[in-house]
């Protein structure tokens, strides 16, 4: 169910038509964009979306509730702590179901409602909760979002600009911040120097850097071509600084990053320091598709 958009979050913005692009020619990476989202479907009869028609595991609707893991649950359940309308449960498979009252140690459990949020980030602002310095930061931004406590998934530095997702929802967070995610990312890189074909054809290969192998998928020029200062970079490592460390290994300066996919997400329509809700639709594609080995 779509949440309802308060008129008084004024970055916040409406899913709109696409802006038709200013002229006819075709860039790699905006391509490559359109072809990550396009075309997808929700899965039919699948149980685990956010859900909970056909019951919602006992153990999850636990753990969303905030008290522990889903697996500190299952304990729970089967020393007896949990009660379903006031019946002891210690089946672990048990599905709840919407009307059920379900109590924890005599007390109820009331499931915390999921928050999932898409920020076009600004530069110079701070990807955490707090800064102890008190400059902006992304909360700032999407101040009044959700009732509930929220946090970003992963960190852009402050003078990289692009997509951020923002969420309370753990499961997902640990799952598309785990190493072995394969959550891919694309980015828009401006350089202080064009980029020889042969550095190209170098971070194409994978360069040694102080920390192992920086392994990328594609890098390619993108618009404006002509200085070949533009580059597009896909990657799914997710090494801190690692597209800044790329360039600067080969004595290049990045004077603007920006990314424009993370997980199938993009920013477009969202502009500059706005956001927006993600759909049921997005949503469902991050829980089952994202963080998958890559096809």
């Not at 359109?34 to 006992?58: H, I, M, Q, Y």
């Amino acid at each position: 169910m779509k949440k309802k958009i308060s008129r008084t979050s004024p970055n916040k913005i409406s899913r709109s038509k696409t802006i038709d692009r200013k002229d006819n020619k075709i860039d790699l990476f905006e391509k490559r964009i359109d072809d990550a989202v396009k075309n997808f479907k929700t899965p039919k009869n699948d149980n685990r979306s956010s859900s909970t028609e056909g019951g919602l595991r006992l153990n999850k609707f636990i753990s969303n509730a905030g008290i522990c893991a889903r697996r500190k649950a299952d304990e729970f359940i089967g020393q007896g702590f949990v009660t379903v309308n006031g019946n002891v449960v210690l089946e672990m498979g048990y599905k709840v179901q919407e009307k059920d009252i379900v109590k924890f140690k005599g007390k109820k459990v009331t499931p915390i409602k999921f928050s999932y949020i898409l920020l076009n980030k600004p530069k110079s602002v701070i990807t955490t909760t707090d800064d102890e310095l008190n400059r902006k930061t992304v909360l700032d931004i999407v101040q009044g979002a959700a009732k509930e406590r929220i946090y970003p998934i992963g960190r852009l530095d402050r003078n990289t600009t692009g997509v951020l997702l923002l969420t309370n929802d753990g499961e997902l967070a640990q799952k598309l911040s785990h190493p072995s995610s394969n959550v891919t990312k694309v980015y828009q890189v401006e350089l202080n120097k064009p980029l020889a074909e042969k550095d190209r054809l170098a971070i194409k290969e994978g360069l040694e850097l102080e920390d192992g192998i920086a392994q990328i998928d594609e890098i390619e020029y993108t618009l404006p071509r002509g200085d070949d200062k533009h580059v597009g970079i896909e990657l799914h490592i997710g090494k801190n600084r690692i597209v800044r460390r790329i360039f600067e290994h080969l004595g290049y300066e990045v004077e603007k990053l920006d990314r424009v996919l993370y997980a199938g997400l993009t920013k477009k329509n969202v502009p500059r320091g706005k956001w927006r809700y993600l759909s049921e639709k997005e949503i469902i594609f991050l829980k089952h598709f994202a963080g998958h080995e890559k096809k």
